[in-house]
């Protein structure tokens, strides 16, 4: 059985619904209390075992790798305060994993910034975390997948059940149920009308997946928004092996959109003890 080792992140998008904040400054960047999104997404994945990150990136998108590198005028700066606590920080964030980077001329979807991590993943199970999706939780969310695809050696699906026509914006799968947490997949749907859903079980930014995919995204064309979708290609490999999904224990939050960026800064900052009881305060005094 072999171990998943690597990550894709793909971190190439132009962070439209951002700007003008995103005109310099990397959508996956945008600080979450005082973390930058990726990172939230970065350190679940260490946590969960994986040793290699693969950050698929796009123009004017240096200060991602800037941020998992060391910073010598900086960390000597903190030495020089005595600010062992900060620079003991920056270095647990340089020595996390090992860091490629990747660079996508255009941005083609999600499914061609996946197969641009193809070279470096090669033969191997590996993960794809989008750094929009934040998931609280106790156990890593992607550590919870890792059980699931240990058990049945085959790809694994996060998934969360959304109520209503948001169901819509995601892509979407049809199953049998295992367990309350397990579903084996029969089918998946990118972004259906809400009356054409096949269920109430959306897909979110975790996968693992298997090489065998790669192939199939290379003949994969333009499907929703003109994109090659992540969603297509696996449903053409769902006809040749199982899929499985995970409906994990933790919240998402969608960092992506504004409004959830601002629900998900304030719930990580209330779980703060240095903010929690001030902000709880201030939040009592507003005329909601």
């Known amino acids: 059985m072999q171990k998943v080792r690597k990550a ?92 490629s980077y990747v660079r996508q001329r255009k941005a083609l979807g999600l499914g061609h910034a996946v197969l641009m991590g193809k070279n470096l993943i090669g033969n191997e199970p590996f993960a794809v975390i989008l750094p929009d999706d934040i998931v609280d939780s106790q156990e890593p969310c992607l550590k919870q997948m890792m059980e ?18 948001n169901i819509s914006r995601f892509g979407v799968i049809a199953h049998e149920k295992i367990t309350d947490q397990i579903y084996k997949i029969t089918d998946m749907v990118e972004k259906p009308p809400f009356e054409q859903a096949p269920s109430k079980l959306a897909i979110i930014g975790r996968y693992i997946l298997t090489p065998d995919l790669f192939p199939v995204l290379e003949q994969t064309g333009k499907g929703t928004g003109g994109e090659i979708q992540l969603t297509d290609a696996m449903r053409k490999l769902l006809e040749k092996r199982p899929f499985y999904a995970c409906k994990f224990n933790g919240k998402r939050h969608d960092g992506g959109d504004k409004l959830g960026f601002l629900i998900a800064t304030i719930e990580f900052a209330l779980k703060r003890k240095e903010f929690a009881n001030d902000l709880k305060e201030y939040l009592r005094t507003l005329s909601l």
Do not use: C
Not at 148 to 156: D, G, I, L, R, T
């Open 8 to 99: 894709i992140f793909p971190a190439a998008g132009l962070g439209t619904r951002f700007l003008p904040a995103t005109k310099v400054i990397p959508k996956e960047m945008l600080t979450l209390v005082d973390k930058p999104l990726i990172q939230y997404g970065v350190e679940e994945a260490i946590s969960s075992g994986i040793e290699n990150i693969v950050i698929i990136t796009g123009r004017g998108k240096y200060a991602l790798e800037d941020h998992f590198d060391t910073s010598f005028e900086l960390e000597q700066t903190l030495l020089e305060r005595g600010k062992e606590a900060n620079l003991a920080e920056l270095n647990k964030l340089t020595s996390l994993a090992e860091f």
């Open 148 to 165: 699931v695809y240990e058990k049945y050696q085959a790809p694994v699906i996060a998934v969360t059940e959304i109520e209503g026509p």
